[in-house]
């Protein structure tokens, strides 16, 4: 079986999946066997594998970074939060329907005998696993149900790196308060600790990294600075700017924040465009103000919706489109587009009938059957014969009747055009160089800018190259010999 490291954290979103991701890497370019696993992981960003199933976004970065196809073992159950409360349950790529979160954790023993199955067929694969964890592994009034952590860890019989996040402040409370607290046989397999999103000069820290080290008793494996990854992250939107002001002269792009947003990797290519200026928007003054809305994903699309709606958000969507602004809908977004959305078995998080933006002649309704596949297609507009490579993953079936098909094949549910509205189920749209900049440019000339030669976006592999690069300049004196060590 194989060997393995538990990437675990001080709390949620202080960086594990990255960090895995880097060692995933790492590993790999020393020549391992190597493959990622997290037995549950919460969170609406997904992808779909080659044969159909769904399973966690982080999970699908590493298996990348380890240059593996992904498969659901490695993400074995995946929560999507629906409702404050409840979640829709996937497990091994199949969506079982929601449940209350006192229903699942009331037991989790089935769920934990799945994950443990798959970790178990994975290391009888691969060499060595680097496994994530959730949250922080020391919640004491959850550690019996709780088999994300130390029991995987335990299982694997993983060496630990503690993952700490300085920019959220109290790292000495965060690093000495988690090892305080673990049990005294999972304290003894703690490798050392990583201090992530550092700001600032290293140098400045030097004495800090000493006294933690002299605090837990173990060493600072590595000190990384914060930097602009553009890479998938479990916890959290793409990290772009929030209601940021337009900028007088560039293209002004705003993508509507909404509770349960969904697969925001699909903005990532934007950022290749240097006249563009990508913003998250929350308020309807600066909704008005942008040359392009992005309606993005949603794991509860009637119930963000019918959030935008409060909020004054779609209202002024329809007044800024009215006033010569152009708006772009993925996934979820496509279906907020349409005149309508029924939702009879309340599987989207909301009323079961919902009026959309009504910008693209469109109904769409919810049933029990998931769409997750990936999908190749051929453009028909704004230019004819751009590839189209990505996934498809929704719940929900829309009927056009009206309007223009975006692609070749399929007619308009995959993919509508309209006046200034288009709309697409296809995430990983604008990935394809070619079709984006002639939206783009569509766009711009419309709003009297200037077009722009065609960009290529940065790919993933070289975004995980530059980050595991990242990684490993930064580890300190005798922190890779140290890791190799329980791997080899």
């Known amino acids: 079986m194989g060997k393995a ?11 594990k999946s990255l960090v895995a991701a880097g060692l995933c890497r790492l590993f790999r370019d020393a020549g391992l066997d190597v493959a990622p696993f997290k037995a549950q992981n919460m969170a609406n960003q997904a992808g779909v594998t080659r044969d159909g199933l769904e399973m966690p976004r982080a999970q699908i970065l590493q298996a990348r970074a380890c240059g593996l196809e992904p498969e659901v073992d490695m993400g074995p159950v995946l929560m999507k939060p629906v409702t404050p409360t409840g979640a829709q349950i996937i497990l091994l790529g199949k969506a079982l329907g929601a449940m209350e979160a006192r229903d699942y954790f009331g037991d989790t023993a089935r769920f934990e005998a799945v994950a443990f199955q798959a970790l178990d067929r994975l290391r009888a694969r691969h ?9 922080s592994p020391v919640e004491l009034n959850l550690m019996a149900r709780d088999f994300v952590n130390l029991k995987a860890a335990r299982r694997a019989g993983a060496g630990i790196v503690l993952v700490l996040d300085i920019d959220k402040g109290g790292v000495f409370a965060q690093a000495l308060g988690t090892l305080e607290l673990l049990p005294a046989e999972d304290r003894t397999r703690v ?18 990294i ?22 998938d992250e479990e916890d959290r939107a793409i990290r ?15 993508a509507l924040l909404s509770p ?11 950022l290749a465009e240097p006249d563009l200026h990508l913003t998250w928007v929350t308020t309807p003054a600066l909704v008005r103000r942008q040359d392009l809305l992005i309606l993005p994903g949603s794991k509860a699309t009637v119930g963000d919706l019918a959030q935008h709606a409060a909020s004054g958000l779609a209202q002024a969507a329809r007044e800024a489109h009215a006033g010569g602004a152009w708006v772009l809908g993925l996934c979820g977004g496509y279906q907020m587009l349409g005149e309508t959305l029924e939702d009879p078995l309340g599987l989207e998080g909301g009323p079961c009938r919902w009026d959309g933006l009504g910008l693209l002649p469109l109904a769409t309704r919810f049933a029990a059957a998931k769409t997750t596949e990936q999908r190749r297609y051929t453009s028909r507009w704004p230019e004819p014969g751009h590839e189209l490579a990505g996934y498809e993953i929704h719940q929900g079936q829309s009927l056009a009747h009206g309007g223009s098909p975006l692609v070749a094949e399929g007619g308009g549910a995959l993919g509508l055009v309209g006046h200034r509205a288009v709309g697409s189920y296809l995430h990983g749209l604008l990935q394809s160089d070619g079709w984006r900049s002639a939206f783009l440019n569509e766009v711009r000339r419309d709003r009297g800018l ?6 290529r976006a940065d790919p993933l592999e070289l975004r995980i190259r530059r980050w595991a690069e990242h990684v490993r300049a930064h580890l300190r004196p005798g922190a890779w010999e140290r890791l190799l060590a329980q791997v080899r």
């Open 240 to 254: 772009i700017p929030v209601d940021e002001a337009p900028v007088a002269g560039r293209l002004n792009v705003g």
């Open 260 to 270: 349960r947003v969904a697969n925001t990797e699909d903005l990532a290519p934007l």
């Open 191 to 208: 490798l050392g600790l990583v201090v992530n999103r550092f700001r600032g000069d290293p140098a400045l820290f030097q004495d800090g």
């Open 127 to 135: 060499d060595v696993i680097v496994l994530e964890g959730a949250g």
């Open 210 to 231: 000493a006294m933690l080290e002299d605090l837990c008793a173990a060493p600072v494996l590595a000190l990384l600075p914060w930097v602009d990854h553009a890479l």
């Open 450 to 455: 200037p077009a722009q030669p065609c960009r």
């Open 5 to 15: 490291i538990a990437v675990l954290g001080s709390g949620s979103d202080v960086g």
